[in-house]
């Protein structure tokens, strides 16, 4: 952890951090917030996986109407945050909140327990089912309970999926079957570079299962998908054709360039991040 980390977490103000670059003026997501009503048309069930503060969830209140919202969020600060939000904006709409204090994956999880070791950073760097090492060398194991995707299926339902699990990507997929075999649900996905190193599995892996599950995938940002129901085999070939060369280069940055190299681009960038959160400008 760098100096400037720890000094933010020692203020607590990580927290205000994670509020500034989810809601504000230079949001990371700010492209598909803007784009997110087109997403939305019909849905009337949106589940927000990794839900951290809540901020998809948030845009989805202002978009839907009379709709159930479900917010999975493992992390106890952050889900302490988010539930004061989900509070606030209940009141703001006809739409029903439920948050829920657990990590989504899937059967193969839950045969060995109801909870499951999480690892939090107690920073802005989003914790997971296991430590990043180029990220963070600060994880700290806590037991949490565990949930499925599919635990929240509602039979005849428009149904989306936001999913920011940090390289449990796959697991999620699998604890959603029943929304994937319903054709009523589309996902929206971050696809993690380095996958999951605990199960051994790569983006690749999340492709695969997409192509097989009857999944079309779709670049939208720079490493997040839409995953949408097309029974055609050979659609979702050429969808995947089209996205396969930047995943392949994330892939091939994970497993061929040295660590070294990988930790010390992967902190500059948090570094460049909180240098812009410390020199925010009025009402940024």
Partial sequence: ???????????????????????????????????????????????????????YAYHANRILRDADIICIEPDPERFAVLQDNVTAWSGESRNRFLAVNAAASDDADRRQGKEATFFTTGTQISGGFFSVVERSDDYTPRQVRLVCVDDYFAPGASTF???????????????????????????????????????????????RFA????????RRLKSDYLLSPDGSRLSRTRSLLRILPPLLIRLAWGRLVPERMRIWRERR?????????ETRGPGE
């Fill in 269 to 277: 960038e948090n570094r460049r991040r909180l240098s812009r959160f």
């Fill in 161 to 207: 999926v936001k999913i920011d699990v940090e390289g449990a990507e796959l697991r999620v997929l699998k604890g959603a079957r029943r929304h994937i075999e319903s054709g009523t649900t589309r996902f929206y996905t971050e696809i993690s570079w380095w996958g999951d190193r605990q199960r051994g599995t790569s983006p690749i892996d999340v492709l």
């Fill in 1 to 55: 952890m760098t100096l400037r980390e720890k000094a933010i977490r020692a203020a607590g103000s990580y927290q205000d951090y994670l509020a500034w670059t989810y809601f504000g003026e230079q949001a990371l997501d700010r492209q598909e917030f803007a784009r997110l009503a087109e997403l939305l048309d019909g849905v009337n069930r949106f589940i927000d996986v990794g839900a951290s503060h809540g901020v």
């Fill in 211 to 218: 192509h097989s599950s009857g999944l079309r995938v779709d």
